[in-house]
């Protein structure tokens, strides 16, 4: 009984959550890997492309809410997604314009870009933070629990409780559609392979007649799909507050370098891996040991490795580890 | 077909192309000469758009093709291949193949999602083009490999294969016989010629064996320091006093080459 309790305390404090927040960083740290890949250049405004898609589905929220228009027990904010990837696609097809393809055309050095970008993320936060204002917004609205504690509790007569919340069921449905699609597109269609073929070597791209503008296109589009998607669905697991999500920058992109930059399979594992150590490290043991272990060594303190106001050293520790000894990451990236 | 005047590309103070002038006749197989360093695979580059000329015009056909950006120029029926072959190493070679034709309808996003039965249609062409063209190479086994894995002569020929996927007017080939067996090269030079009588492919070929040369050429343009030196057949051009020079210059064993070939 004590093991199933300390499993139960386990997937409710650690695997579940660390499973809807590692959907989201994957989802992150796929944006980041495909223009890393295919544009060569690491995005530091990805962040904020974030948290300005969330807020433009945000807004779409609102209007939908007082209009009268729900989604039953889904949040309405999965309606408003079209118009917030919309907004979010042209916002960055226009930076993109403004901005990158100055650059793009004088065939300017990775470094200038990163640069660039940083100057674009300052741009997007000011917008994002002049138009929503700088508090926490809750959006979710619909059902808030699958199962409750007490639930759990009185269906299983175990002493621990496992809570699941609609949005983490969301997270992971949404993020296994995602990126299920995104692999069909990026394995099956001419688009997807073209913009492979560029991400693998450009000059034959080029040379095999591949317009560049187009794959840039379409890949902005898609980063913009996909920033969106991450942010709401972080949004409306957590709340939206617009420097939680230029916070996440770093472990999104600890996600994508711990995969390997350019890899969209190591996205993903990259950013579960950064998920699990994230959680697990700042989540007091003291409960599951005290079922695990026998009562005189049961511990007393909290046992939190670390505490959570410290959960951003974790991605950087990783980071850190990865860079020293496997450069390329998991799954053999380009190198940084 | 082409015709370049006058064309300059510095890097900085180095005069990598430095006022090159010359004709390439249509139909013709034109073997491109010179010691390392003289600026042959900078002209290509030109030529083929991945460079910007400092100065000087490349007209194709009375067309001024002047830096115009690959892509587009591949759109014009102007190929080339690289000294060191390319390869998108993670498809397999039947998919290199298949991403040549640019611009087809599976391109758009409009018809990767309701297009699908012309894109299906298309595909299925190319499918067996690609693997006709793989026939013709005689490597139809190594369709389902990963063009990573293939060795780099394989590469070579896969390079070739590539201008074969359109209907190309012109291509430059740059040392495709570099690194390659002897056997490999022959099917390669077959592959040349019967390209260039088939189906009128006009060629430029940079190669420094001059047996290859010899056997596929008819008309060799020699370059030194950027600039064309010599122009005429094989045996003119072994015999002109500065080609010899020119290569004398970079160390006898390469004068042995020039003696050495056959007339």
Redo the contacts between chains.
Sequence with gaps: MDFLNALVALANFVIVPALAYGSQLALGALGVTLIYGILRFSNFAHGDTMAFGTMATILATWAMQSAGISFGVLPTALLALPIGIAATGLLLLGTDRLVYKFYRVKKAKPVIFVIASLGVMFVMNGIVRFIIGVDDQQFADGERFLITARDFRTMTGLEEGLAIKTTQVITVAVAIIVVAILFW?LNK???G??M??YS??E??????????E?VVM?TW?IVGGLATIAGVLYGLDKSFKPFTYFQLLLPIFAAAIVGGLGSPVGAIAGGFVIAFAEVTITYPLKKLLGYLLPDSLAPDGLVQLLSTDYKFAVSFVILIIVLLFRPTGLFKGKSV | MIEVQDLHRHFGGFRAVDGASLRIEPGSITGLIGPNGAGKTTLFNVIAGVLKPTSGRVTMAGEDITGLSPHVLFHKGLLRTFQIAHEFSSMTCRENLMMVPGGQSGETLWNTWFGRKRIANEERALRAKADEVLEFLTVSHLAEQRAGQISGGQKKLLELGRTMMVDAKIVFLDEVGAGVNRTLLNTIGDAIIRLNQERNYTFVVIEHDMDFIGKISDHVICMAEGKVLAEGSLAEIKANEQVIEAYLGTGLKNKDQLEGAPT
């Design positions: 597109f269609t001419r688009t392979k073209s492979r073929a693998d070597n000059d034959l791209a080029l040379l095999s007649g591949i317009n560049p187009r379409y589009l």
